[in-house]
C-alpha cells in the first residue's frame, strides 16, 4: 500500500536521506532553528564501526555551538602516542599529530578521538531533545522533482512505500548515494596509489591500551592496533602488500582467521574474543560533479569521498551540513533569495577539492613512511584555516589591509571576555545559536537593524577594559578580542561562525542583512576584487 502525496502541500521543509554525522548535524541545526525536517535512514538504529574517530578543532567548536560538545567530551579522549613495534621489540613512541594548547581566539587545539558510533548516538539524542526523530528502516527508492517541491518515495521496513513531498531534499547518504545516481551527477574520480586494507573493530587481549600499536614492516603489510577512546575496542588496519594478497571480510575477519594473522604478524600472543564490525578498503577519490540539482543537494560522502588519511572525512562531512543548515533557514524561514542556496557548492566544492588534494598526499606520505607507517600530520588538518574569501557571501569592504589581518570569509576567532557585570564571557557564546551577530569596535556606529531582524541578529559593542563600560555590551579586558579582529570596525558573523561583511560603514551592515539586497548572493564577493597591500607589491604594476 502506496500512501500518497498531494502535489499542493508539503509534509516537510526539507527531507534528509542519511542519518549518519553528515545528516544527523544538518537535521539538529534545522530543529534548532524551527525548519520542518524529517530524516530517513534505511538501516536500524545502532550504527556500526569506528570509522572516523577524529573530531578536528574546528568540527569540536560546531559541535560545541550545537549543544553536543560535552557529551563529546566525556566519551572520548585524545589520541595516544604511537609505540612503534618490530615483532616484540619496542622501537619507541612517536606523535603523529600536531598538537596545540587552546589559545584565545583557538580553544581547541588537537585532534579528538571517538569512534563514529559514538558520535551518532550523540548527535541522535540531541535531534531528540530538539524535538526530532530518525526514522529508521526506512529507503529512498526514487524521486521526482517540480519547481516547488521534491517527491521522495520511501520503503518501510514492513515493505509499505510512502510519498514525502518536501521543499528541499538533501542527500547524506553516502559514498553509495541512491539520490546521486538517480539524479545522473557525475562522480569522477579513481583508485588510490594504495594496498588495499582490512579494517574494523576487535574486542583483543594480550595488548597495552597505554599507546596506538603499529608494526610498519610486519610480514604482509603494515599493522595498525590502535585502542578506541569511548569504547572496549581496538580499531584494526591491516595492509596486504603482496601482488597477489587480497584481503576477504568474511574470510579474514572471523576471529580465529584475525587472532592467526595478527600472531603471524605482529609476533605476539593476541588473543580475539569478538569482531565487532569489519570492512575491506580500497581507497578512492571522488567528487560529485554538482552539489545542487534544482532542490536536492548533496553533501558529505554523497559529494565527495576519499581516502580515510588525515582524519578529515568526517570534519568535512560534517561542515557541509553547517554550511548548508542555516541558509536553508534563512530561505524558508526569514525571506532570503533562493539564489543564497547557491552559495552551498560555490563554498563546499572548493573545500571538497582540496581535501581530495590534501587526503591524497597524506596517504602517499604514509605509504613511503616505512619507520612509522603513519606520516605527522599538520595543523592544516585542524580545519582552523579554511576559509570562504572568495565566496559570493563574502564582503570585504576596508582597504589597505595587512596581510595578516582577519578578513570577510574567515572563520570568527573567539576572545575571553567579561560582561558588563565583570562576568566572564566569551565571544563564542555570544556567536552561539541560530542568528547573526554583530560586533562593533571602537567607536564604530552601532548599525541599524532592517525591519524583521529581531532575533535573528544579534548586535554587541565590544570595548577595551579602558572605555566607558556603560556603553559597551562586551568588555576586551585582556585585549584579546581587539587583537583577533581589529581596533575599530563592524563585522557581521554568520550563523555558522564565519564573517561575512567586515567594513566601517554602517549602512553597509544594513544592507547586507536587508534580503533584498539580492545581488550579494548572485554575484562574485568584493573581497575577491580588495587585495592588501602586499599582494599589490608582489603583482607589480598594473598592465596599461
Not at 544592507?511 to 576584487?529: K, Q
Amino acid at each position: 500500500m502506496r500512501r500518497e502525496a498531494s502535489r499542493d502541500t508539503y509534509d516537510t521543509d526539507v527531507l534528509i536521506v542519511g542519518a549518519g554525522p553528515t545528516g544527523l548535524t544538518l537535521a539538529c541545526d534545522l530543529a534548532r532553528r524551527g525548519v520542518g525536517c524529517r530524516i530517513v535512514e534505511r538501516g536500524g538504529r545502532g550504527f556500526p564501526g569506528t570509522r572516523g574517530a577524529g573530531i578536528q578543532p574546528r568540527t569540536r567548536e560546531i559541535f560545541e555551538d550545537l549543544g553536543v560538545l560535552e557529551a563529546v567530551h566525556a566519551a572520548g579522549g585524545t589520541y595516544p602516542l604511537i609505540m612503534r613495534w618490530d615483532g616484540n621489540t619496542r622501537l619507541g613512541t612517536f606523535d603523529m599529530l600536531e598538537r596545540h594548547d587552546p589559545t584565545p581566539d583557538r580553544p581547541y587545539g588537537e585532534m579528538w578521538m571517538l569512534p563514529q558510533w559514538r558520535t551518532v548516538e550523540i548527535l541522535t539524542t540531541r535531534l531528540e531533545q530538539l524535538g526530532g526523530r530518525v526514522e529508521f528502516g526506512s529507503e529512498l527508492t526514487t524521486l521526482t522533482q517540480d519547481t516547488d517541491a521534491v517527491t521522495a518515495t520511501v520503503r518501510r521496513p514492513g515493505g509499505a512505500e510512502d510519498l514525502i513531498r518536501a521543499r528541499y531534499l538533501v542527500a547524506a547518504d553516502g559514498g553509495r548515494s541512491t539520490v546521486r545516481k538517480s539524479l545522473d551527477v557525475g562522480f569522477d574520480g579513481a583508485m588510490l596509489d594504495s594496498p588495499p586494507m582490512l579494517i574494523g573493530d576487535a574486542m583483543i587481549d594480550g595488548l597495552s591500551r597505554d599507546h596506538w600499536n603499529v608494526w610498519p614492516t610486519a610480514p604482509g603489510g603494515m599493522v595498525s592496533l590502535s585502542p578506541i577512546k569511548g569504547a572496549e575496542t581496538f580499531y584494526f588496519l591491516l595492509l596486504f602488500t603482496a601482488p597477489d594478497a587480497q584481503p576477504d571480510a568474511d574470510r579474514d575477519a572471523r576471529p580465529d582467521a584475525l587472532q592467526h594473522l595478527l600472531q603471524h604478524r605482529t609476533g605476539h600472543d593476541l588473543t580475539i574474543r569478538e569482531i565487532r564490525w569489519s570492512s575491506v578498503l580500497r581507497p578512492r577519490a571522488a567528487m560529485a560533479d554538482r552539489f545542487r540539482v534544482s532542490r536536492v543537494f548533496l553533501a558529505g560522502d554523497a559529494a565527495h569521498t576519499h581516502s580515510p588519511t588525515g582524519g578529515q572525512g568526517l570534519n568535512t562531512s560534517v561542515q557541509d551540513a553547517y554550511n548548508l543548515g542555516w541558509k536553508l533557514g534563512a530561505v524558508l524561514l526569514h525571506g532570503a533569495p533562493p539564489t543564497l542556496l547557491d552559495s552551498y557548492q560555490a563554498e563546499r566544492r572548493k573545500v571538497a577539492a582540496d581535501l581530495l588534494e590534501r587526503t591524497t598526499r597524506i596517504l602517499g606520505e604514509d605509504r613511503k613512511d616505512t619507520d612509522t607507517g603513519f606520516s605527522q600530520r599538520g595543523s592544516d588538518t585542524h580545519q582552523l584555516d579554511l576559509h570562504y574569501r572568495d565566496s559570493p557571501l563574502a564582503e570585504e569592504r576596508r582597504e589597505a589591509l595587512a596581510d595578516d589581518a582577519l578578513q570577510a570569509g574567515d572563520r570568527a576567532p573567539d576572545a575571553p571576555c567579561t560582561d558588563r557585570a565583570g562576568s566572564p564571557i566569551r565571544l563564542f557564546d555570544v556567536f552561539r545559536g541560530p542568528h547573526f551577530t554583530v560586533l562593533a569596535f571602537g567607536d564604530s556606529p552601532m548599525p541599524q537593524l532592517p525591519e524583521g531582524a529581531e532575533g535573528t541578529v544579534h548586535a554587541y559593542r565590544v570595548s577595551d577594559a579602558t572605555a566607558h563600560i556603560r556603553t559597551a555590551d562586551i568588555i576586551d579586558t585582556a585585549g584579546h578580542a581587539h587583537r583577533a579582529y581589529a581596533d575599530t570596525g563592524l563585522f557581521l558573523v554568520r550563523p555558522d561562525g564565519y564573517i561575512a561583511l567586515a567594513t566601517h560603514d554602517p549602512a553597509e551592515v544594513t544592507a547586507y542583512l536587508s534580503w533584498r539586497h539580492a545581488g550579494v548572493f548572485t554575484t562574485p564577493g568584493p573581497s575577491a576584487g580588495r587585495r592588501t597591500d602586499a599582494a599589490r607589491r608582489r603583482e607589480g604594476p598594473a598592465a596599461p
